[in-house]
């Protein structure tokens, strides 16, 4: 069944035959075994109708191997399921799952899913604290790596350098605006420095503090 470098091969004298797959999760490969063979009994679900219940980290492992062996096909009759668990509303960015966040975007990811994938980019740059985006990426380097893994580390540099374009230029249009309100001399009265002040705070905590809207 299986070709390639995984070719299945017979020993000469007469052992078990052992195809080794060191890169793979156990779990993940015996997933794609049992939906080849029809055991769908075996495929992890979010419903609790099948015996195998889904976590995130599961499902990625098996959509990645499915990937690597061109079986995503095969996991068609599932999206419908999968799907509405890896949309950004049921994120729990914790301390408890650092990878949670990568488990649910590589499931999106693998399964084709453009506009979860979009949106998911969209709230980490505009709503996910620095703090937590740092950890994110650690826990990324640090952790199992996932089929999006290789491209994840360019992502979020782009993530970072767009929310540091962003404050640059609420910080701009912040300081242009305020020299118009300047008195006749330039000078600012201390109400105004002292708005000038919070302001700017406001403009950097809107990026570490999760502060947009």
């Known amino acids: 069944m299986l070709s390639g470098p995984w ?64 079986l995503i096909p095969l996991f068609w009759p599932f999206v419908h399921e999968w799907v509405p668990h890896t949309k950004p509303s049921h994120y729990t960015c914790s301390e408890d799952d650092p990878l949670g966040p990568l488990y649910r975007l ?20 505009f709503e996910l604290p620095g703090d937590r985006l740092e950890a994110l990426l650690a826990a990324a380097e640090d952790g199992p790596r996932i089929g999006m893994s290789l491209s994840l580390r360019d992502v979020f540099r782009t993530i970072t350098g767009f ?32 708005t000038n002040m919070f302001c700017v705070g406001d403009i950097f905590g809107a990026v570490s503090m999760d502060a947009w809207p």
Do not use: C
């Open 7 to 70: 070719v299945e091969r017979k020993p000469a004298n007469g052992e078990e035959s052992v195809v080794a797959l060191p890169d793979e999760q156990p779990m993940a490969i015996a997933v794609l075994l049992a939906i080849v063979h029809e055991r769908l009994d075996l495929v992890p679900t979010w419903s609790g109708k099948h015996v195998h219940h889904a976590s995130f980290e599961a499902i990625s492992s098996i959509l990645s191997a499915a990937d690597k062996y061109g």
């Open 163 to 194: 929310r540091q374009d962003v404050t640059q230029s609420a910080l701009d249009f912040f300081h242009e605006f305020m020299d118009g309100l300047s008195n006749d001399n330039g000078m600012m009265d201390d109400l105004s420095k002292s």
């Open 106 to 125: 590589n499931i999106a990811w693998q399964l084709g899913q453009k506009e979860v994938v979009t949106e998911t980019i969209w709230r980490f740059i």
